[in-house]
């Protein structure tokens, strides 16, 4: 990817106020809208991930209109868009991360390589080894950085030997770049690293179980420019061997890293495109007023 | 800024200030007043309670003669239970005082030992036989108010209101002499209750105690832990629930003596459990505690951030496991923070168990969970409610006891929560 070129382009530069207007009206036509079709190539031939008809209550609240999208394999699909309009959201519905929430109603269809993730008969457990998840601020069990890293494999009973255990822990550690600084301390505790290390701490936690797909919501939104730089890196790493979704507030981050990128507002899956399609020339006239600045 | 805003802003700090400092001065009056009872509560009693931990004692020639007190064969059990052991001391007493012989003084002298000297030289002979026919040089207890009044004595301002002239003669002598002196009350410490204040000691009430509360954790600690797990992590939140959490916290509310009679109307009237035993109080106690500790525990609970739940459920750990693995551990220093709490508020307990007759006067140390039983702060009501005057040290010195139970279970509690408190 060389998308480093394509963030310059983003101008986020004094909106126009006759531009204003038109936005604010095809935002009440949104607001409108019974039904709507998203812009763009929501929908792709080798998907590994499919979203059909999706729709998320919060009791009476609705967050996900209608979403139609797919997620092809080994891509790095990145969600934007302001605030609120439901990034996270729709990211819990891939992994049924939303079922922890008691309000919180799905219906529609999501599959992965065909298979129904809504089935009554499946275990949202296998799911969720099959699906790893990112979270925004970085969360690792107070416990030494080994038993984190550790704690996946052991509850699926992945490793047959302390030997095996130990192997796939230092492996989990350097895939996720976090070997060298942290194998003379592995039986520390993983609190005690800085933010950006915690981070990949828990990249590495969730690659320890070799999902398939990994999902992260805003991961480098609590860290500093630096760290953020090395986890862009690693997802670049990361996405030979895994499909990666991101949300992410940053359009740069988004440039830099996606291959597609998918703009949600107010609920509603408004574009998908290739990630370089969408911040020089956005389809529709939101995902141009976003990326061009006009939304915080 | 303009010069008028300045001039009006200055104005009104000085206002500011003021307040502020007054607020510090209630703030700071409040803490000395509830120091100041702090102190006072403990100077009172310490002074009057300290003396119970020692006795007054008298020190006596003791011949075993089985003659002495009317025994003929010393193998003869049925004879030596019938015995008169208390002559043992009376005979001591008149070999020291020869001088007294009329039938009223006699009974005066022999009041200046303790009536349970007999039962301490009978316990003394059955175990080791081979003392018949020696001699002994003992200190006895003496009588309670004997020691009221030599206590009082040392102190300089005698209380002589139960004693004879005789018999403050004879303490003058006995003290000349040295056979009269204080000394640590390990009676104190080792007998159960008794009608004379001499022979009364407090640790009936502590077994009774350690029964009860023992008892008491076992059921309550771990039904609110899993109910406090239950209502927080699985239950739905629904307006059952809802009407769940209602209750729970005003059942914390009840009064204490509200379930002392619900143990007296079910557990002993319906389901026939005997009255003042430790189970029975144990159980009412354990119903007083549990809303305790589960509000408790489910504060512990409540405080293991969501985002560690999420990380646990996030690489596939089952609603169970995610409980069991993160967030027991991370709360239960909390938990046990509140047990021991209501631990605490359970040991300090009186009215609930009046109602379920651990208020008996029980001699007897109880020997295990089923055995008749009093408690630390009822052995305290029922010393306060006895006439005599040598009860007040002992009631003192019991609620020494019993504050210093207290304090260390806090202070346990406090150190626990400082120690395993984790800060995200
Ligand atoms: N647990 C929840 N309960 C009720 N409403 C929620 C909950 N989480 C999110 N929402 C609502 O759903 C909408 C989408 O939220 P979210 O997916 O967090 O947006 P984003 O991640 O894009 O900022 C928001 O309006 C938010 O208020
Ligand atoms: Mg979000």
């Keep these: 990817m060389s998308n480093s070129k394509l963030s310059q382009s983003i101008s986020t530069d004094g909106a126009d106020p006759k531009i204003s207007e038109q936005v604010l009206d095809v935002e009440k036509d949104l607001l409108s809208m019974e039904s709507y079709s998203t812009i763009g190539n929501n929908l792709v031939e080798d998907a590994k991930m499919s979203v059909r008809n999706v729709n998320v209550f919060y009791g009476d609240k609705q967050a996900i209109f209608d979403v139609h999208m797919d997620i092809k394999k080994n891509e790095v699909i990145a969600m934007i868009g302001p605030s609120g309009c439901g990034k996270s959201t729709f990211l819990r519905t891939l992994n049924r991360m939303n079922d922890t929430i008691d309000s919180c109603v799905v219906s529609g269809e999501v599959t992965m390589d065909g298979e129904n993730l809504y089935d009554p008969k499946l275990d949202v457990v296998e799911l969720r080894a099959r699906v790893g998840m990112v979270f925004q601020k970085p969360n690792p069990f107070p416990k030494s950085i080994f038993e984190n890293v550790a704690y996946g494999p052991r509850l699926h009973g992945l490793a047959d030997s302390k030997v095996d255990l130990d192997e796939l822990v230092e492996n989990s550690l350097k895939k996720a770049g976090l070997w060298e600084e942290a194998k003379d301390r592995l039986h520390q505790p993983g609190t005690g690293l800085s933010g950006g290390q915690q981070q990949r701490l828990c990249i590495a936690r969730a690659i320890a179980v070799e999902p398939e797909v990994i999902l992260m919501d805003e991961p480098c939104s609590a860290l500093d420019p630096i760290a953020t730089a090395r986890i862009e890196e690693l997802i670049e790493e990361l996405s030979q061997n895994f499909t990666i979704a991101i949300v992410t507030h940053s359009m740069q981050q988004a440039a830099r890293v996606s291959h597609r990128t998918a703009y949600f507002h107010l609920g509603k899956l408004i574009e998908v495109n290739p990630t370089e399609t969408v911040f020089t020339m956005p389809e529709h006239k939101l995902t141009e007023a976003y990326i061009t600045g006009r939304f915080g | ?424």
């Design chain 2, 1 to 424: 800024m303009s010069k008028d805003n300045r001039k009006k802003i200055r104005e009104s700090l000085a206002k500011r200030n003021r307040s502020e400092r007054h607020f510090q001065w209630f703030g700071k009056l409040g803490v000395i007043l509830g120091l100041a009872a702090v102190v006072l509560l403990f100077v009172d009693i310490i002074s009057k309670g300290s003396g119970a931990f020692r006795a007054t004692y008298i020190q006596l020639e003791i011949e075993y003669d089985p003659d002495a007190i009317g025994v003929l064969d010393v193998n003869d059990t049925e004879e030596l239970i019938f015995a008169n052991w208390q002559n043992f001391a009376k005979k001591s007493l008149r070999d020291l005082f020869p001088e007294v012989t009329k039938r009223g003084e006699k009974r005066k002298l022999n009041n200046l030992v303790s009536e349970g000297a007999g039962f301490d030289f009978r316990d003394q002979l059955t175990q080791s036989p081979n003392l018949w026919g020696t001699k002994e040089t003992l200190w006895i207890l003496a009588d309670d108010d004997i020691d009221t009044y030599y206590k009082s004595w040392l102190d300089d301002d005698p209380f002589s209101a139960r004693l004879t002239s005789e018999q403050i003669k004879w303490i003058d002598q006995l003290h000349s002499k040295g056979l009269i002196a204080l000394k640590f009350n390990t009676k104190f410490f080792e007998r159960g209750d008794s009608r004379e204040p001499e022979q009364a000691g407090i640790k009936g009430a502590l077994i009774g105690s350690f029964f009860t509360l023992v008892l008491t954790l076992l059921m309550s600690f771990p039904m609110g832990v899993t109910a406090a797990i239950y209502l927080e992590e699985f239950a739905p939140k629904n307006k059952w629930t809802d009407l769940i959490e209602v209750n729970i916290n005003n059942l914390a509310a009840v009064p204490s003596i509200i379930f002392g009679l619900l143990g007296l109307a079910i557990f002993i009237n319906f389901f026939g459990i005997p009255r003042s035993i430790p189970v029975l109080g144990a159980i009412v106690l354990a119903l007083m505690t549990l809303p305790t500790i589960i509000i408790t525990s489910r504060a512990a609970i409540k405080s293991v951030p969501p985002s560690i739940r999420e990380a646990a459920l996030g690489v596939g750990a089952s609603k169970f496991q995610t409980t069991l693995h993160h967030v027991l551990p991370l709360s239960l220093p909390g938990m046990l923070t509140g047990a021991i709490i209501g631990m605490a508020r359970a040991l300090g307990e009186t009215a609930p168990l009046l109602m379920i007759g651990m208020v008996a006067f029980i001699v007897d140390i109880p020997g295990g969970f089923t055995d008749p039983a009093t408690v630390l702060p009822v052995q305290i009501f029922l010393w306060i409610d006895s006439p005599e005057r040598a009860f007040v040290e002992k009631t003192s010195a019991a609620i020494i006891i019993l504050l210093s139970f207290l304090m260390v279970m806090n202070f346990i509690a406090v150190y626990l929560r400082k120690r395993l408190e984790r800060r995200w």
